[in-house]
């Protein structure tokens, strides 16, 4: 059972994290989604932009860094597919 100072800090903890969390993962939907739809410029940026969050994520420990670098390099990879395939 967690003490209450640790309950108040995890849950301080996940009010600033979420956010970045939360804002990642719609980057990153949202980039495989123009991927998939073959809508390659705004893929590109939407890829640029949901790196930028994880990287931000990352540095603020909001995800760990290794796990901001899988997901990176997933995304690049699903776009150059994608580009190469055209």
């Not at 640029?48 to 994880?54: D, E, R, Y």
């Not at 990287?55 to 901001?68: I, L, Q």
Request: charged share 30%; proline share 2%.
């Amino acid at each position: 059972m967690p003490s209450k100072k640790s309950h108040r800090v995890s849950v301080r903890r996940n009010l600033r994290n979420a956010p970045l969390r939360t804002k990642a993962k719609n980057l990153i939907t949202s980039a495989r989604t123009a991927i998939e739809s073959n809508d390659l410029d705004n893929a590109q940026e939407l890829v640029q932009n949901a790196v930028s969050a994880l990287d931000k994520a990352a540095k603020k420990g909001a995800v760990h860094k290794s796990n901001a670098s899988r997901r990176k390099s997933r995304i690049m990879t699903q776009l150059a597919e994608a580009k190469k395939g055209q």
